[in-house]
């Protein structure tokens, strides 16, 4: 059984071969009959909001042949008490997927480890590894056109993540740029400096020590083919707003600290954005701005990340 809970689950020759498949699945998007989750029933188990990740995944399912089935955590027996093992034993009798986004990472681990079909993260407090596959293509695209070897593009390129440096984003950009070959500097405020839980993961799939943490946000761009951020309050961190806004607002990503990465930098952006907070409206209308791409490919990676699951199935 292949589940994708974070970004090492596939190795670095599957990412690539789950690159060209997107590639391809993006080229020949309205003009294949995709039948790999024919007569199949994918759930969608979420916790928090969702705009990008639900719309992508029940479009995906259905233009890969089969039926996506959206269920609210307080529509299930889940939001009442019953146990996420049991939700798992039983969803897995109807279903040939689950796709889950939820606050406890844990709890994607033992959604897994109970049931007995295929489980994807689409994002928990610690991890969002759904997105980070689909920036890392969005830039291959970019770095890699007409054919070029788009997992190899990203090799030796650096990212500087700005703002919340111990959310979901920062930790698996952390997490992938280890997996990509690529070096990623981080600029927080002291206390957001990654957490045990990160060092820990990162030591155990061999990656102790890759990245570098700054409090300075010019040192971390420096250089950087890409700057990245994401929302200051994150989904949960609702009552740490007051104190969060003040502690990040040095990180906004503005067009001065945009204008000290390369020339030829990308600006990247999970989204939802909060302009004139995390980044400024001028950055999000550069020319060098890609988030709707970021947005757009999220469909076309995850159908790619699917359809390697349902093969191994
Ligand atoms: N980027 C992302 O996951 O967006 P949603 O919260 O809208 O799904
Ligand atoms: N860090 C954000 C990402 C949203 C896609 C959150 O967890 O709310």
């Given at each position: 059984m292949k589940h994708f809970l974070k970004e090492t689950d596939f190795s670095p020759a599957q990412v690539a071969e789950l690159f060209d498949l997107a590639r391809n699945l993006k080229a020949t998007r309205g003009r294949e009959i995709a039948s790999?989750?024919?007569?199949q029933t994918w759930a969608l188990i979420f916790s928090k909001s969702s705009t990008r990740t639900r719309v992508s995944f029940e479009v995906g399912i259905h233009e890969l042949g089969g039926n996506p089935l959206f269920l609210s955590k307080n529509d299930i027996q889940l939001g009442r008490g019953e146990s996420i093992e049991d939700t798992a034993r039983v969803l897995s009798r109807f279903v040939h997927g689950l796709i889950v986004r939820t606050y406890d990472h844990a709890e994607v681990e033992r959604l897994a480890a109970a049931g007995t079909v295929p489980v994807i993260n689409a994002l928990t407090d610690f991890l969002h590894p759904c997105q980070i596959y689909t920036d890392a293509f969005t830039m291959a695209e970019r770095w890699a056109p007409s054919g070029g070897d788009l997992f190899a593009s990203l090799r030796g390129r650096k990212i500087a993540f700005l703002g919340d440096t111990a959310c979901n984003m920062a930790n698996s950009w952390v997490l992938g740029a280890n997996l990509f070959g690529m070096k990623i500097s981080l600029a927080g405020?002291?206390?957001?400096?990654?957490?045990a839980d990160l060092n820990g993961l990162l030591a155990r799939e061999g990656f102790a020590g890759g990245y570098d943490f700054t409090t300075d946000p010019i040192e971390a761009v420096r250089d950087a083919d890409v700057v990245y951020t994401d929302v200051?309050?994150?989904?949960?961190k609702e009552e740490e707003k007051r104190d969060r806004l003040a502690l990040m607002a040095p990180y906004s990503v503005t067009g001065e600290v945009f204008a000290a990465?390369?020339?030829d930098a990308y600006f990247m952006h999970c989204l939802p954005a909060h302009p004139g907070e995390e980044v400024q409206q001028e950055v999000l209308d550069n020319?060098?701005?890609i988030i709707f791409d970021q947005a757009e490919n999220r469909l076309h990676v995850q159908k790619a990340i699917m359809t390697l699951l349902a093969r191994r199935d």
């Open positions: 790999v989750l024919k007569h405020p002291a206390g957001f400096a990654p957490s200051w309050v994150s989904m949960g990465a390369k020339p020319p060098r701005s």
